[in-house]
């Protein structure tokens, strides 16, 4: 094996490694999706104001007043502990830098909307209506083929009438508050 391959592969293994862990650690995955809502709406803050209560706690990240509780729309096709798990196999077990992509398997393209993902998460049995006032919902898509068939100010009339106090979500580097309160913390009513 050469130098450069060797290489290669050590470095792949690396970012595998750091991949597993960050996705190991909630918290810090719930700021890192707030940390990238906040930088997309164009808010400067500092990193400390991210603050993650205990995990058994309804909020993810304090920030501003805001209580967010941070969840992913995600592909149900995608088990990513399993695929984060095998490739860091690969990576431990390569010695060519073609060994390190597992095969590529195909799949039909369904295109969903987007609408009814956050619909479906802001009426989780996990969120009682007499909890949702006290909360700012904030869905991070990583569903892919996924967008809103209305656009967004119709589907945030709709959602409003959930309880929750705001509700936003972030779809690839485009931040959308799509309902908020009156009680709402200022930056995700004025933006």
């Known amino acids: 094996m050469k130098d450069d391959e060797k290489d290669l592969i050590a470095a792949v293994l690396r970012d595998r490694e750091e991949l597993a862990r960050f996705f190991a650690n909630q918290p810090e995955m719930e700021r890192w999706v707030v940390r990238e809502f906040l930088t997309r709406l164009g808010l400067d803050f500092r990193e400390t104001e991210l603050i993650s209560p205990p995990q058994h706690d309804n909020?993810?990240?304090v920030f501003r007043g805001a209580c967010f509780q941070v969840k992913e729309?995600?592909?149900p096709a995608e088990r990513r502990g399993t695929e984060i798990r095998e490739a860091l196999r690969l990576a431990n077990e390569a010695t060519?830098?073609?060994e390190l992509d597992p095969p590529v398997v195909g799949r039909d393209i369904?295109?969903?909307d987007?609408?009814?993902l956050i619909h479906s998460q802001a009426t989780s049995y996990k969120y009682p209506p007499r909890e949702r006032s006290a909360l700012d919902l904030l869905c991070y898509v990583s569903r892919p083929y996924c967008g809103f068939n209305e656009s967004p100010e119709t589907v945030?009339?709709?959602?409003g009438s959930l309880g929750w106090?705001?509700?936003?979500?972030l779809l690839g580097q485009r931040p959308y508050i799509l309902t908020a309160t009156s009680d709402a913390p200022d930056f995700l009513r004025e933006s």
């Not at 945030?156 to 959602?159: D, F, K």
């Not at 106090?165 to 979500?169: E, L, T």
Request: charged share 30%; glycine share 4%; net charge negative.
């Open 59 to 61: 909020v993810d990240v």
């Open 73 to 75: 729309i995600y592909d």
């Open 96 to 98: 060519t830098a073609e």
């Open 110 to 112: 369904v295109l969903s």
């Open 114 to 116: 987007l609408a009814e």
């Open 156 to 159: 945030g009339e709709r959602l």
């Open 165 to 169: 106090r705001s509700i936003s979500c």
